[in-house]
């Protein structure tokens, strides 16, 4: 997969030969304010192949701080992979310049053609959701 960074952006890694994600570093140091959000330019372009999408999530190591991100990168898109960071957390968060913030992991995807029809085929489980198998 090619990769294109932005002066500043340091080249995503896996800590590991055979993990699934990539790490993406902050180029900037910040504070994330408690309850509170940042988002962050990785300076990171992927050319993520047709057929699969990159799935932006949280690092263990940040979750255990009690910040969380997500987000979606289609194939097709080129721009820098920016990170919205979220502090879940009560107290003040801070993130170094070089820090592993997120990680991309990048997975085939099934595009299916939309057929819009007047109703769904039954199955056993319907329309029960939230909870509606009583466990």
């Given amino acids: 997969m090619k990769i294109k960074l932005d002066e500043w952006a340091q080249m995503p890694t896996r800590s590991h030969e055979w993990d699934g994600g990539l790490d993406l570093y902050s180029p900037r140091s910040v504070w994330l304010r408690p309850c509170g959000q940042e988002f962050i330019d990785t300076g990171v372009h992927m050319s993520i192949p047709p057929g699969c999408v990159g799935l932006v999530k ?13 987000g979606t990168i289609d194939s097709g898109y080129t721009g820098s992979i920016g990170v919205m960071l979220f502090n879940h957390s009560r107290g003040d968060v801070y993130i170094q310049q070089g820090d592993r913030i997120a990680q991309v992991v990048i997975l085939p995807c099934v595009i299916p053609m939309l ?21």
Avoid: A, C, N, Y
Avoid at 58 to 70: A, E, L
């Fill in 58 to 70: 949280s690092r263990s190591g940040m979750m255990k701080k009690g910040v969380t991100t997500d």
């Fill in 115 to 135: 057929e819009e029809v007047d109703q769904l085929e039954d199955t056993e489980r319907g329309d029960g959701g939230f909870g509606s198998t009583g466990r």
